[in-house]
């Protein structure tokens, strides 16, 4: 073997290796994380969080979400297209993760406005304005109160909802059980306890898919 086919073939079973070491070390982590979801069950569902569909649907999408991320009003949609697809087999429940500066804050109106039974109304008119409040990654609350007027809430009622005790509490809560989960950014999303094994609506497409097809 002359040294130029021996350095492609050196240089080919060094990229398998590698790809085959990528791939087992990707296999491992999505193992662990759902390792960490089956541990930690109460922290990936808690009874108050906003949900959406079947109550006793087979398939539980769990969501931790940021009102200012981009991807999050990207997938939304996508999401509640994928529940249309399958009616009474899909639950949604979303929980808080306000990692961008300033999101805490327009969480807790957000959970306000849940009080009011006007989650979602909410958390779409924020999805469709976010251009308008979240400069630079940053949430600013002040620029939320045109956002939200042609709503119908009662707007005294979720200022002294979003400022409670409570409130602050749940946010917290969330948050606590994020990094429980190891949840380091936004969207994340658990299907009936399992973690993506990689980013993307595809991928979480397929694992819906795979639950509904084990639920038969």
């Known amino acids: 073997m002359n040294p130029k086919t021996l350095f492609v073939s050196v240089a080919a079973l060094l990229v398998l290796a590698f790809a085959g070491g990528s791939y087992f070390y990707k296999q491992q982590q999505t193992e662990a994380a759902a390792q960490l979801a089956a541990q930690n069950m109460q922290a990936l ?13 087979p398939v539980h999408i769990v969501e931790f979400f940021d009102p200012a991320c981009g991807t999050c009003r990207e997938f939304y ?6 529940m249309a697809a399958n009616p009474d087999k ?3 429940s979303l929980r808080y993760a306000p990692f961008h500066p300033g999101s805490e804050a327009v969480v807790k ?20 304005a976010q251009n308008s409040w979240v400069i630079n990654h940053t949430s600013y609350v002040d620029r939320i109160g045109p956002v939200l007027e042609p709503l119908g809430l009662d707007m005294a009622r979720l200022q002294n909802d979003a400022n409670a005790p409570d409130v602050a509490t749940i946010v917290a809560r969330d948050l606590l059980d994020a990094k429980t989960l190891n949840v380091t950014m ?3 999303y658990f299907v009936n306890g399992k973690p993506l094994p990689s980013f993307g609506f595809e991928q979480l497409k397929t694992l819906v898919n795979e639950a509904l097809a084990n639920s038969k």
């Open 186 to 188: 936004t969207p994340e």
């Open 77 to 82: 949609p996508l999401v509640k297209a994928l």
């Open 109 to 128: 109106v957000l959970e306000a406005a849940h009080r009011q039974g006007q989650f979602e109304p909410t958390l779409r008119a924020l999805f469709a």
């Open 45 to 57: 569902v808690r009874d108050g969080a906003p949900s959406f569909g079947n109550p006793d649907a």
């Open 90 to 92: 899909i639950r949604l």
